[in-house]
């Protein structure tokens, strides 16, 4: 239904839009005649190192000279003592052995599908074996191969290892280019990169001009930007003949590749893995005698394990674990419906107690050999290492030696992994699902597994998305354990039930079907393939058409695609940022409104996760704490944005910890958004919106003006909205997909009964009993004016209508000018950069 309702364009109103667009001239002032923003725009593309295809061109006149100096560099390392002996190792490993059954098929056939165990030697012998043929055969100056990684540190590390299994250094032939951050040279010929570092290169490239050898890594994974890369490489095929192009997976369902590229060939390379013996969570609890705490929280506000808890003494842990859901369990003889006891498992939370023994146990049980704990994500992985310093045994840094991995770490950090431990001292290493297939850290011995890693969810019916721990499929179980295997027999500690595994999925969704799909959707239009919906359907497995739809249609409403579906001048510049297009469209109008340092905290929270935490039994002082940093802001996000800033304050004082203890923060979440903050000033740095050596305060002069920080808000969270009405001596709530909502309990404004102004703007909704809004932010009309809703002139009137989903505004001609013109300079401003 649509709801009609008196627009304000007071004078007052009015007033503030004209003071808005003011400030936005000014704004638009300063950046032409001083040189506040980098000039042009396009930075990215004149600091990116010097692509293969120039530096061939710049080669071009002595190619020969060029190919046989290539040659000389390849036969003249291949002689020196380090790269004899890695060409030992080399040769011992699985993929050695195919080598020419590999070069032929690569060179017969267009499309090839490679299967093989992790470690076999895929990622860096495959495209190696290409190189080193390329170059022995003078072909070196028409050699251009590039091969994707899903993750930044696998490009950095893979790289590398090669660079040194070639006795060069990292850049020679062989360099890697992530985002922000790249070693190669004219020398180049085999350049890792991120497949979003491709996707982009093909803005400027639509043929891959000059790349002879595309290798795609970890199909396996299903990643979204991969699915996305193959039908591209599948369109482009029959305009590139002399293109090659190889899928790498880890596991054996290489057949779906293979039909997708018209029945290639597809070669497997038979693997050695040691066996390795696995325990799961009964035989562990048994073995470490650990007791599953009674604060372990596996199901929230679940009375039945409270009175349980109470007796038990004598209780076993497991059935206590199963009680919970009203399930009935016997430990034993497990008679539980599986798919229930997943569900109410995936709930559960890790307890990292039972980590710790685990490993405390092998340390003092078992041989030498690193310990690999796969855990969800970062809060997990920096607890772990909290309890692991503290821990009596384990705490010892001479005997053992303690590293995160993770992908979003800085990646000086991340090669830490890569070194060697001193002799006597253990490994142990605490990562995500990162370290599950792309990455192999020498000497494992040991896995423990939690059985889960993050996963995103989408819900295209009510619009919803989530991103929640999961369990993993049996494939990336089996790819864990087999980690352990690597240089001896190993052993797998999987810290859940064997019923729990029988009822894992074979194979896990891949992204493109269970996630909003925004972000794509842009990018096939700044790729120019036509309509999205159609290229969409040429998927492998193409996304549910309503996922599409939406998708396309907030596009639209954000402003980053016309009604014909072409980019505007800010869906250009969205293209070019890695990031959601809200979070993206955030920054660029803080930047450009000078209000960048709470858009780039906001954005910050928004892309991490909220940094207040929500104690069980203290929630009546967690709740008035945030409310304190509201203010009388009627904004969850200003709360955030003044604990944020108090933070720092807090840090630079020495008194962190006391601080985040009493305001119910989280440290680790406030640090990681310190992190993101200078993530995203670099990223708006590269596409020349700001200069980051300048920092965040010199786009910042509004950064304190609550309406204008409100009004940034309001671009980035659009079309996020719900209209207030009042009701009485209260406020209901209306949105525009769902209907009546309710504001979160946790939110500053749960128990507001009456706001000031009409209109709510939120992050996320979510589903429980009722659906709620999360974190909102009370706001005007003039906000929403400016920067959401179509604008409709009419005769009859005013008002803002909620219609098909969106808002829109009908006013008199004369009336809708005044934002046009806004919307207008706005656009200019966006047009220039
Ligand atoms: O791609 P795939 O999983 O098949 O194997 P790979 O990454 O090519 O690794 C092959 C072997 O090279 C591994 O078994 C490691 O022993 C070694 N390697 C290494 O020592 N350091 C690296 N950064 C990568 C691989
Ligand atoms: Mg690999």
Not at 384 to 399: F, M, T, V, W
Not at 571 to 593: A, Y
Not at 647 to 655: E, I, Q, T
Not at 773 to 778: C, E, F, G, K, M
């Amino acid at each position: 239904g649509s709801t009609q309702t008196e627009i304000k364009m007071s004078t007052e109103t009015e007033r503030r839009v004209e003071n808005l667009l003011d400030r936005s001239k000014d704004v638009a002032a300063k950046s032409s005649s001083t040189s506040t923003f980098v000039e042009g725009g396009k930075k990215t593309l004149t600091t990116l190192p010097i692509s293969i295809s120039e530096s061939i061109s710049s080669f071009n006149a002595s190619k020969e000279k060029f190919s046989a100096q290539l040659r000389d560099l390849q036969d003249s390392k291949k002689a020196s003592q380090s790269a004899r002996a890695m060409l030992a190792f080399r040769e011992r490993l699985p993929a050695y052995k195919m080598k020419d059954e590999f070069l032929t098929a690569v060179a017969e056939n267009q499309v090839l599908v490679v299967s093989g165990e992790t470690g076999c030697g895929k990622t860096t012998q495959l495209p190696q074996f290409i190189l080193e043929q390329e170059i022995e055969h003078l072909r070196g100056a028409d050699c251009s191969i590039i091969c994707t990684q899903p993750r930044r540190i696998s490009a950095i590390s893979v790289a590398t290892r090669i660079a040194s299994e070639r006795d060069e250094s990292i850049g020679e032939t062989v360099g890697y280019q992530i985002r922000l951050e790249a070693k190669s040279s004219k020398l180049t010929r085999l350049l890792f990169c991120t497949t979003g570092v491709l996707l982009r290169r093909l803005v400027q490239e639509p043929d891959l001009a000059g790349v002879s050898h595309v290798l795609v890594d970890e199909i396996h994974e299903r990643g979204i930007n991969e699915d996305f890369l193959i039908i591209i490489l599948r369109d482009l095929l029959p305009r590139r003949p002399d293109l090659r192009v190889v899928l790498m997976s880890a596991t054996l369902n290489a057949d779906l590749f293979s039909k997708y590229f018209g029945n290639s060939p597809v070669i497997h390379i038979p693997g050695f893995t040691f066996p390795v013996t696995e325990f799961f969570l009964e035989d562990i609890i048994e073995k470490t005698r650990y007791k599953i705490t009674p604060e372990f929280d596996n199901y929230q506000g679940n009375s039945r394990r409270r009175r349980m808890r109470q007796s038990s003494a004598k209780c076993d842990p497991l059935s206590e674990m199963f009680e919970g859901v009203d399930i009935d369990v016997q430990y034993k003889n497990y008679s539980i419906s599986t798919r229930q006891s997943l569900e109410a498992w995936s709930s559960a939370q890790l307890e990292l107690g039972l980590v710790e023994a685990t490993i405390e146990y092998i340390c003092r049980n078992e041989g030498d050999g690193a310990i690999l704990v796969f855990l969800t994500g970062w809060d997990e992985i920096s607890k772990l290492l909290e309890k692991i310093k503290g821990n009596i045994y384990l705490g010892d840094s001479n005997k053992f030696l303690v590293l995160p991995l993770h992908g979003s770490m800085p990646t000086v950090n991340q090669r830490e992994i890569f070194d060697r431990p001193p002799k006597n001292i253990r490994q142990i290493v605490l990562a995500t699902n990162i370290a599950e297939s792309s990455i192999t850290i020498d000497d494992v011995v040991y896995v423990v597994d939690c059985g889960k890693a993050k996963e995103t969810s989408y819900d295209a019916l009510n619009k919803l998305a989530c991103l929640l721990p999961s369990w993993i499929s049996k494939a990336s179980a089996h790819q864990r354990r087999g980690r352990a295997g690597r240089v001896q027999p190993g052993v797998c500690y999987r810290l859940y039930p064997k019923i729990i595994h029988d009822a894992m999925p074979q194979y896990q969704l891949p992204e493109i079907l269970r996630t909003p799909l925004q972000e794509l959707c842009l990018n096939i239009k700044s790729l120019q393939l036509g309509v999205i919906a159609a290229f969409l359907a040429k998927a492998l497995q193409p996304p549910d058409p309503l996922s599409v739809k939406n998708a396309v249609e907030l596009l639209k409403a954000i402003g980053a695609l016309d009604e014909t579906e072409e980019l505007t001048p800010l869906g250009r510049h969205l293209c070019t940022l890695p990031l959601d297009p809200n979070i993206g469209k955030m920054l660029l109008i803080g930047s450009i409104f000078q209000c960048l340092d709470p858009a780039l905290t906001i954005a910050a929270a928004l892309a991490h996760r909220d940094p207040f935490v929500l104690p069980i039994n203290r929630k009546e002082e967690a709740d008035s704490a945030k409310r304190f940093f509201a203010g009388d802001s009627c904004s969850d996000h200003i709360a955030l944005r003044n604990a944020f800033e108090a933070w720092k304050d807090a840090k630079h004082g020495g008194r962190e910890r006391a601080f985040c203890w009493e305001n119910f923060l989280s440290p680790i979440t406030l640090q990681m958004m310190e992190d993101m903050r200078k993530q995203f000033l670099d990223l708006l740095s590269d596409i020349g919106f700001v200069d980051k050596a300048k920092g965040a305060k010199a786009y910042n002069q509004y950064g304190d003006d609550m309406e204008m920080i409100c009004a940034v808000l309001c671009a980035g969270l659009y079309p996020n909205v719900i209209q207030c009405k009042r009701r009485g001596k209260r406020t209901a709530f209306y949105s525009k997909d769902v209907g009546k909502v309710d504001i979160h309990p946790s939110s500053v404004n749960a128990r507001v009964n009456l706001f000031p102004l009409s209109y709510m703007i939120y992050s996320d909704k979510v589903k429980s009993s009722s659906i709620y809004i999360r974190d909102s932010t009370n706001i005007s009309d003039y906000a929403l004016l400016l920067f959401g809703g179509n604008l409709t002139p009419s005769e009859s009137g005013e008002g803002i209508e909620m219609l098909d989903g969106y808002l829109h505004f009908s006013a008199p001609k004369n009336r809708l000018q005044l934002i046009q013109r806004l919307r207008g300079e706005l656009d200019k401003l966006l047009q220039r950069k």
